[in-house]
């Protein structure tokens, strides 16, 4: 039985439609990631599970159980917000035991479950210290732990690393990696950064415009997006997108068109019709230096990024459609010099005049 079922569940402020008929579930234990562009839906999506917004149609079930009419605190749910929201008065051990106080709990389990929750989130040595007096990292830390301690049936985190720097959010993805292992308990997460939903998800739910656009593990999402929107959010740098024209489509192979460009034969047992306009893909990390593969064009990079680990190009090419590229290592490449890049027939993506994948 599904922890969490969305079954068509619906959202609107007046006559804005937010969230458009979402059917979703969610297994035991699994680590789902909401994501998408900023006004997709996900949080007001992941505040109608917390029972903070309203539902305006359709069901939310939690362990089997309708909660629609269910206040947050008896839904089972643990939130984890943005902003930490710690009381600057509290010692770290009164901010997360402070659930607790208002469930009037003995304080000796007050005591067991917050020393429990200290362990795990390694604060120990911080619970006599104020908010004030820890970093970013670890007043995100008291957030968590003033969850944990309510050992809640899901956990609902809103963007919760949007306000460390770059290097603490990578600390703390893994530390809640780390956390969702040891504690085996179904985590929603929601997020606008397609890397934190890549690294930590069991499932990724790419939620545009209030629907879901596609439902997957962080791998399916990458070799196989369904649309255009999934195969040009997934992944970074984004996939390169070429517009041409599908001029056989034969049912078991198409050759498009890409104009100056040359044509493409793929291998595609579709639908397709010919003459259909069509997009083409390629994600930069797929393309080689000096033309290998079945397929090359020939580019100028207007500007090249040299980081170490890698090197990223960015150019234009005839269609106007920006290209980029992704080498490893520090190959030799400057801006304004000419480039072939090659890719071959298996890591190209094709998309028909509806925006829908062709496989």
Known sequence: MSQLSLKRLEKSFNEARVIKGIDLEVAEGEFVVFVGPSGCGKST?????AGLEEVSA???EIGGRVVNELP?????????FQSYALYPHMTVYENIAFPLRV????QAEVDARV???ARVLQLESRLQHRPGQLSGGQRQRVAIGRAIVRQPKIFLFDEPLSNLDAALRSEMRIELMELHKRLGSTMIYVTHDQIEAMTMADKI???DAGQISQTGSPLQLYHKPDNLFVAGFIGSPKMNFINGRARIADGSRIVVDLGSLGSLELPRTSTAVAGQEVTLGIRPEHLTLGGDGAFAIETTPNIVEQLGIHTITYSTLPGG???TGLFEGNPELEDGRPIRLGFDVEAAHLFDARGLAVY
């Open 45 to 49: 999506l992941l505040r109608m599970i």
């Open 58 to 60: 359709g069901q939310i």
């Open 72 to 80: 947050p605190v008896q839904r089972g749910i643990a939130m984890v």
């Open 103 to 106: 469930e009037k709990l003995p």
């Open 115 to 117: 020393l429990a929750a």
């Open 205 to 207: 739910v790419v939620l």
């Open 321 to 323: 459609e920006s290209f």
